[in-house]
């Protein structure tokens, strides 16, 4: 006779299909909207500069950093089609990232990189929010992607 309990096979095995169900909804997600799931980057000083790196014609780095009440940078120029990796740190407090139109959220912390990866294959502009209450400047905290080929500033 076994000693596990019919009622505890039972809840490991809901539990089980419940996990299951969990891991196939972020692989599902990650699939249909191409969401990058985010990546904790070991801390490293270099990316805490602000910058916009062009790898190539359509692969970018944006090292961006949140501080009471900014992005830097605040503004992203890229050609359509292109795909960029932020990295993401703050300089004081824990702020938000979001990009509400291509379902990006991401936290920056301090002493901390958050990486993810966007694909930007519509011309506009997409706003950067802060989501997450930093202060009385917390309003005003945004920064913005522009997506416009061939238009595109440098
Ligand atoms: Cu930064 Cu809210």
């Not at 960029?84 to 990006?104: A, M, R, T």
Request: aromatic share 12%; hydrophobic share 40%.
């Amino acid at each position: 006779m076994s000693i596990i309990d019919k009622a505890e096979k039972h809840v490991i095995m809901i539990t089980g299909v419940l996990l299951g169900v969990f891991v196939f909804s972020i692989l599902y997600a990650q699939a249909k909207y191409s969401t990058d799931v985010p990546e904790c980057l070991p801390y490293d000083k270099a990316y805490t500069e602000p910058k916009v790196n062009k790898l190539d014609e359509k692969t970018y780095q944006v090292f961006a950093v949140a501080q009471m009440w900014s992005f830097q940078p605040s503004e992203i120029y890229i050609p359509v089609g292109s795909e960029v990796d932020f990295y993401l740190s703050s300089k004081d407090v824990v702020h938000g990232f979001n990009i509400s139109q291509k379902n990006i959220n991401m936290m920056a912390v301090y002493g901390n990189i958050n990486k993810t990866t966007v694909k930007f294959d519509e011309p506009g502009v997409y706003e950067i929010v802060c989501h997450e209450y930093c202060g009385a400047g917390h309003q005003n905290m945004k920064a913005q992607v522009i997506v416009n080929y061939p238009t595109a500033k440098k």
